[in-house]
């Protein structure tokens, strides 16, 4: 451990063996593990437990009461050397639960860069969560989950097991997800249907408008012509000719498509 001890309260508990970064701070009655490692800047708050074989980057600030790096809440694992990696810049606060990885997945469960993870959010193993997005209070991931950048899950959101979230997708409180959702929908619901697009949230990221009308060109498409989700992708793939300037959104959208589980669906 290559920390200054005055950074560290008298009455944390960390591991000898823990590689903190000379400039984390760590409050009053938290407990590092032996295997975790902190990158520069990042602090710690009181009664915080991480554990696991757990990597934490640069400039997070993880607010009291936090458990990360606890093993999964999955019968089959056995002890393995999974992960937790958590990047850089996020914002994490009180009692959030963060499990490790396992190696029926990927063995690491990953929440990216900028993110802003509000009080009580579960990520549950293997789950990959992109950049910058937000997570209101009480979201619960189960495990296997993939969230891609720019998405905003409302309060209480409740997301199955192995889901899929796109770019840009929004839902509002209470929302509970069986399907994947894809990129720039807006969803509500139990279970979560499509109400719109998230136009406000590409407005204030700078979409274009002429990118914004090739998205509510997609939700024309998807959810409002009767199409067979092939025939929706097929009229979505020819916006690349109509509206150039929209050429990623209409791959990221395709791509979502194409990768997605027959038997999962999309919500609808």
């Known amino acids: 451990m290559t920390q200054s001890p005055s950074l560290i309260h008298p009455t944390a508990l960390v591991d000898t063996k823990a590689e903190l970064d000379s400039t984390v701070r760590v409050g009053p009655y938290s407990v590092i593990g032996p295997h975790v490692r902190i990158g520069e ?17 640069q400039h ?15 019968k089959k694992y056995a002890g393995e050397p999974t992960e937790l990696v958590i990047g850089h810049r996020n914002t ?7 499990n490790l990885g396992t190696v029926s997945d990927q063995g690491v469960t990953r929440l990216g860069d ?9 990520l549950a193993h293997d789950c990959q969560v992109g950049n910058n997005t937000i997570f209101a209070n009480n979201t619960q991931l189960a495990g296997h989950v993939v969230v891609q950048d720019w998405v905003i899950l409302g309060g209480f959101t409740v ?15 209470n929302a509970l997800l069986f ?25 204030r990221r700078g979409f274009t408008p002429e ?35 929209a050429s990623a959104d209409v791959d990221d959208m395709v791509d979502f498509l194409k990768s997605g589980n027959a038997q999962r669906g999309i919500v609808r």
Not at 44 to 57: F, K, N, R, S
């Open 41 to 57: 800047g990042t602090q710690v708050g009181a009664h915080c437990v991480i554990e696991g074989h757990t990597t934490i980057g």
């Open 60 to 74: 997070n600030r993880i607010f009291q009461f936090n458990s990360l790096g606890a093993i999964p809440q999955d």
């Open 92 to 98: 994490i606060r009180e009692f959030c639960t963060f």
């Open 114 to 122: 900028d993110n802003w993870i509000m009080a009580y959010v579960h």
């Open 159 to 173: 997301v199955h097991q192995f889901c899929r979230i796109g770019k840009h997708s929004f839902t509002a409180m």
């Open 179 to 203: 399907a994947d959702l894809p990129p720039f929908v807006m969803a509500q619901g139990q279970p979560a249907k499509a109400r719109s697009m998230n136009f406000e949230g590409l407005k």
């Open 211 to 245: 990118r914004i009308h090739a998205v509510k060109l997609m939700h024309k498409y998807l959810y409002r012509e009767d199409l067979t989700l092939e025939g929706a992708m097929g009229q979505i793939l020819a916006l690349k000719l109509t509206h150039p300037e």
